[in-house]
């Protein structure tokens, strides 16, 4: 069952730690991606009542807005909580960490359209991703920074807005789970 494993993963991006809030706030997402492969329409409409009631629990006592629309990789965690808010235009890769503070959504209502964020990711604390950006992978998003615009692989985007720097070497690990990785052997 892909919403067991789905979850077991994110229990392992967040360290294994139950109690982690951006773990709760991930096993309501998937969830609400899983409730949408439910065939009988009864099911999946009793499924999308308990899917609110768990993301309007988890959006209080977390702070961590994060609708099941946004499309999320895997081994992705959210570090810290608190007043995180991802759109459900957003797309967001594998083994990325957001942490407090962070938006990533719309430039404005008019253009519906969320950040596609690359592989490998860090996103400082209150920074804010807005629009049609494309961030590359392993990239380094600065604490409070607004980026605005699109951020070349292996850059580093801090400032408001966002300055591009490019970085001389990946100081970035990869996942120890991911294949090919130099932590895995």
């Not at 990789?73 to 083994?95: C, E, L, Q, W």
């Not at 990325?96 to 253009?111: D, H, M, S, Y």
Request: some cysteine; charged content about 20%.
């Amino acid at each position: 069952m892909k919403l067991i494993e789905s979850i077991r993963e994110d229990l392992r991006a967040h360290r294994g730690d139950w109690f982690a809030q951006g773990f709760w706030a991930f096993a309501v997402h998937r969830f609400g991606e899983w409730r949408y492969q439910i065939r009988w329409s009864p099911l999946r409409k009793g499924m999308s009542f308990v899917y609110r009631v768990l993301y309007k629990m988890v959006q209080i006592l977390t702070g961590i807005e994060f609708p099941c629309e946004a499309t999320v990789g895997r081994g992705t965690r959210i570090d810290h909580f608190g007043g995180i808010v991802i759109s459900g235009y957003a797309v967001i890769g594998d083994y990325c960490v957001i942490r407090q503070g962070v938006t990533i959504g719309l430039k404005n209502e008019t253009e519906p359209c969320g950040p596609r964020i690359g592989n490998h990711v860090s996103i400082g604390a209150g920074a804010k991703i807005l629009g049609n950006v494309r961030i590359g992978d392993h990239v380094d998003i600065g604490a409070n920074a607004v980026v605005l615009s699109d951020v070349p692989p292996h850059s580093v985007a801090v400032g408001i807005p966002a300055r591009i720097i490019p970085r001389k070497t990946s100081t970035i690990p990869t996942h120890p789970k991911e294949p090919n990785s130099a932590l895995a052997r």
